[in-house]
């Protein structure tokens, strides 16, 4: 009899769906009628309705569904929230990175109101994700604190110094830190062999490892690989700071896995690239190296020397008017470094070609199918030309620029830089289970590179904000 009040049931349904429509489950929110467009499909998904509840994605379906909530998605499309995997979060001491402690100190109104817009610039600009390379636990739970905020993880940074491991708390401009603390000292050697520093990466929770090869950093391969073999059984990969041709062979004899920045340039090297160059490039294609181009880091640099750059629109949904209005000061160029407030033609010249050869790079490895990962390196300097957010968005036109698919570009943005960090089954897709931090766009991203501007709403753990409410425009001024 239970059976046949089933199939009577389930008839009776058949003729009568708005009755059944009635009583189906009305609970989350449903972004209805909308086109989701994810890396692990092989073509966007059009008329699709995905449910959310309790921050993760409960629902993708080819059916209406109802929710407690509906928000309308016709003529919309739904994408994973953004990674950047390579940037340096200001938090405590933070202040904004051009700036001096003494300028802070004077400041304390446009600190706080520029610490507060950081995190909403990024959301601004699509990443919901980001990777801090130089950070720590501590910094990285007082950064997701914040209630409006990427979802922030961290990367122990460790140097092989005259032999021996040390951990590397800060980046090298770090925010009024001085140069003694950015590097601890060995107190005990027991504690900083290849094991024991891992072991410590892994209890912090970090979930990688960086390196670094450069000037008052080069180690030896020998110093170095230890240390690979050491995360790597551990199931954490290791970046590495490796911004040179001889550094990026480093990386390929050590074996690390994601190389952090583009080829630039020694003073006088030409802009193409030897066969030397391009024998690295092979050995990083044939090892499945990931590889962050950061060729806006250059561009960043390079935008110093234009007088009209903080007048720019998209400069300002990242900053504060009061923190551009100390920019434009004189007060302004404090942090700047000297070489760039003096570069002339020569100087500007010399940036132009660095570009010229990421570019060139970039070119070789999109046409190899490299593994390319998205890092935008904000902020890369003592300077104001890498805003939280927009850096990353001005470097996906390096990369389409470059030469590089669409569709490559977006799973870089995605699920590539996801799976490289373990965070696949939590986030870069749109499938059931996932964390819903999503974007809600005009235009597809499969279309142009253009799409990523037309975000209209955010959803942070489920949660949908207009993308207006996170621009600096609606910032709270001292």
């Known amino acids: 009899m239970k059976k046949l009040f089933v199939v009577v049931a389930a008839a009776s349904c058949g003729l009568s769906l708005f009755a059944c429509a009635l009583h189906a489950p009305r609970t989350g929110l449903v972004v209805s009628d909308v086109t989701v467009v994810s890396p692990e499909r092989s073509s966007p998904l059009p008329h699709a309705y995905v449910r959310i509840v309790d921050g993760r994605i409960a629902e993708v379906s080819e059916q209406r569904l109802h929710g407690e909530a509906d928000i309308d998605g016709q003529g919309r499309y739904l994408i994973p929230g953004l990674i950047d995997s390579h940037v340096h979060l200001a938090v405590a001491p933070g202040f904004p990175a051009p700036m001096t402690s003494k300028q802070a100190a004077a400041h304390p109104e446009v600190v706080a109101t520029a610490l507060e817009q950081d995190p909403k610039s990024f959301l601004f600009f699509g990443f919901t994700t980001v990777i801090d390379l130089v950070g720590s636990a501590e910094r990285t739970a007082q950064w997701n604190a914040r209630e409006l905020r990427p979802d922030a993880y961290f990367c122990s940074a460790v140097a092989a110094v005259n032999g021996q491991l040390r951990f590397v708390p800060f980046p090298y401009f770090s925010y009024g830190v001085s140069g003694d603390a950015q590097v601890l000292p060995v107190v005990d050697p027991a504690l900083h062999t290849p094991q024991a520093i891992i072991a410590r990466v892994e209890a912090d929770g970090a979930k990688c490892v960086k390196t670094i090869y450069e000037r008052g950093f080069m180690p030896t391969v020998e110093e170095v690989r230890p240390l690979v073999a050491a995360a790597h059984a551990r199931e954490l990969p290791v970046f590495i700071h490796a911004n040179r041709q001889r550094a990026q062979r480093f990386a390929v004899d050590v074996g690390a896995d994601v190389i952090v920045h583009g080829m630039w340039r020694d003073p006088g090297e030409d802009v193409a690239l030897d066969a030397e160059a391009h024998a690295v490039l092979d050995a990083i294609v044939r090892d499945k190296i990931g590889y962050q181009p950061t060729t806006q880091v250059i561009a960043g640099l390079l935008d110093m020397t234009n007088k009209n750059y903080l007048a720019r629109a998209d ?164």
């Open 315 to 478: 400069v300002a949904d990242a900053y504060p008017r009061a923190l551009i209005d100390l920019y434009k000061s004189t007060e302004g160029a404090a942090g700047t470094p000297l070489w760039l407030r003096l570069a002339g033609a020569d100087a500007q010249n010399g940036l132009r070609g660095t570009i010229d050869r990421a570019t060139e790079v970039t070119r070789i490895l999109a046409r190899a199918d490299a593994r390319l990962l998205f890092g935008s390196d904000t902020p890369s300097d003592l300077i104001y030309t890498n805003p939280s957010g927009l850096n990353g968005r001005l470097e996906m036109d390096h990369w389409i620029a470059a030469g590089v698919s669409l569709e490559k570009l977006f799973r870089a943005l995605t699920i590539d830089n996801a799976r490289m960090l373990r965070l696949q089954d939590q986030i870069g897709t749109i499938e059931r289970g996932k964390t819903a931090n999503l974007l809600l766009l005009r235009a597809n991203p499969l279309q142009s590179v253009k799409a990523y501007d037309t975000i209209q709403t955010v959803f942070l753990h489920g949660r949908p904000i207009e993308r207006e409410e996170l621009s600096a425009h609606t910032a709270r001024e001292p």
